[in-house]
């Protein structure tokens, strides 16, 4: 049994910071790669940010420069720091890890950037 706690989310002013936590635990030592999805309103899933069991980094390209992912695989945690938000970074951020053939997603919270 795989279980992934997000936390993290809230709301923030256009230009701030917020930093998301993804803790699995389970049987889930070393996953191939852990990363971020987000969802905004109307909008599909889309892919965030992603690292890999050996470092390698993805970004998608409307958030190269502002956001950054980062693991602990101590602890079996993944990190996306949020820097700069935009009002467009406004969506249900949720995390997923895959090992294996798996696919394993967190409940999902909620990040609202607004004046």
């Known amino acids: 049994q795989v279980q992934l706690v997000e936390s993290g989310g809230g709301l923030v002013q256009p230009g701030g910071a917020l930093r998301l936590s993804c803790a699995a635990s389970?049987?889930?030592?070393?996953?191939?790669?852990m990363g971020w999805y987000r969802q905004a309103p109307g909008k599909q899933r889309e892919l965030v940010a992603r690292?890999?069991?050996?470092?390698?980094?993805y970004y998608v390209d409307s958030v190269k420069g502002r956001f950054t992912i980062s693991r602990d695989n101590a602890k079996n945690t993944v990190y996306l720091q949020m820097n700069s938000l935009k009002p467009e970074d406004t969506a249900v951020y949720y995390c997923?890890?895959?090992?294996?053939?798996?696919?394993?997603w967190g409940q999902g919270t909620q990040v609202t950037v607004s004046s």
């Open positions: 997923n890890v895959v090992k294996g053939a798996i696919d394993y």
């Open positions: 690292i890999f069991s050996g470092g390698l980094t």
């Open positions: 389970g049987s889930i030592f070393s996953p191939n790669s």
